[in-house]
């Protein structure tokens, strides 16, 4: 993948990881990218580096443009592996560069890496500007966006945003901007990304969000996925939407089985919840990625989540997914929970209480079936299947 001219002296100079399938538990059915950016003007500034095992990806890119000897600094906004890992061959490259960062990124570099203290760093803050010659950048802290260093980088004079993490997206593609993929098919992964990655810290990405109004923004640069230069305003909006968590006419039924009865419970769940202007999603746990998931519950308006007993809790995969959705903090939600069981209860429970302990607002007691479902308790499913239906109708 050759480097990508985003505007005079700034281009894509990172790295595609076009296979792989995990990112630390984040299935990335799409690949990565580990975005990084040269700036060459009077002063030259690689904006981040890539994941260690890219580095020669990177040099090679930078060294197709600029000496490497000619590099005066290293910009590093976050100090994750999969922006930082590179620095350390980076360095042994570019030793005369300065790092840029703020205190707290120095302080995990240094304890990721062990040639640390070799390097010469230059702690910046929010609000300073670094005059590059013609160009300049202003950094911005956003603490948790996604690690308590994170930071963006505004260029006034071309109206770039190095956004780092934040407007990213865990997609390959050949092309490096949004309007050489689908644009809906973007903005699903870019949704994805935040809910699995952002959502938990939706007060400071808004906090951020109010920070960048009124700037020029032509292009937003993230450090994964495609720059936005086409459809700022919708990326701009669709965060807006998400770091409100709006709450859609949505509802999420996921659930697991194991002979049948939870999911005929969930079935009921879905018929009864059915109805004009509802959007019902229906994922049995163990045939849908976590990720996908815990993107439908961000912006649902209910849940039902079902599981059999397994040993006295819910089954193995579905105590994984509460936990997991539980870390990332759902906001205003109502829900319920079902299952089945043979001699001892504690699917249904066992939801239910994860439901609880997450603040989701729980509507009815759990639906709790011993063996299989008769007639009743499949009525019973409906009727909670309709009370989903009504919370939803009520946030159209
Ligand atoms: Fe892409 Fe939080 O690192």
């Not at 980076?90 to 640390?116: D, F, G, W």
């Not at 302990?357 to 019973?380: F, G, H, Q």
Request: with cysteine.
């Amino acid at each position: 993948m050759p480097t990508a001219n985003i505007a005079p002296g700034v281009d894509w100079v990172g790295a595609l990881d076009w296979t792989v399938r995990d990112f630390h538990s984040f299935s990335t059915f799409e690949g990565a990218t580990y975005n990084a950016y040269l700036v060459q003007d009077q002063k030259n500034i690689l904006i981040d580096t890539v994941k260690e095992s890219f580095a020669d990806t990177l040099l090679q890119h930078i060294s197709s443009l600029l000496s490497l000897e000619r590099l005066d600094y290293v910009l590093c906004q976050h100090a994750e592996p999969d922006h930082g890992g590179a620095l350390a061959r980076v360095m042994a490259a570019c030793p005369q560069a300065t790092i840029l960062c703020n205190r707290k990124t120095e302080e995990i570099l240094r304890s990721y890496h062990p040639t640390a203290n070799n390097w010469r760093f230059q702690n910046v803050t929010s609000g300073e500007s670094l005059s590059l010659g013609k160009r300049s950048l202003t950094f911005v802290e956003v603490p948790m966006v996604h690690w308590p260093d994170s930071m963006v980088s505004y260029m006034p004079e071309e109206g770039l945003l190095f956004s780092n993490d934040a407007f990213g997206q865990h997609y390959a593609s050949s092309g490096r901007f949004d309007d050489q993929s689908e644009l809906n098919h973007l903005l699903y992964e870019a949704k994805v990304y935040y809910a699995n990655i952002v959502m938990p810290f939706s007060a400071p990405v808004a906090k951020a969000l109010n920070g960048l109004s009124g700037l020029k923004l032509n292009q937003i640069c993230p450090s994964h996925g495609v720059i936005w230069r086409k459809h700022v305003a919708e990326i701009l909006t669709a965060y807006q939407d998400w770091h409100v968590t709006r709450a859609q006419a949505k509802i999420v039924i996921a659930y697991d089985t194991m002979w049948e009865s939870t999911a005929r419970l969930a079935q009921a769940i879905l018929d009864g919840a059915t109805a004009d202007g509802v959007n019902v999603k229906f994922h049995h746990v163990r045939k849908t990625s976590f990720n996908d998931i815990v993107t439908d519950c961000m912006d649902a308006a209910a849940y039902a989540f079902g599981s059999p007993a397994m040993n006295v809790l819910p089954m193995p995969t579905m105590v994984g997914l509460l936990s997991y959705l539980k870390g990332l903090k759902p906001l205003n939600k109502k829900g319920l929970a079902f299952g089945s069981y043979g001699w001892s209860r504690g699917g249904a429970e066992g939801c239910d209480a994860a439901l609880r302990d997450m603040r989701v607002e729980i509507i009815r007691e759990p639906i709790s079936v011993k063996w299989r479902p008769k007639a009743s308790d499949l009525e019973t499913a409906a009727a909670a299947g309709r009370q989903l239906a009504a919370i939803a109708l009520s946030q159209a």
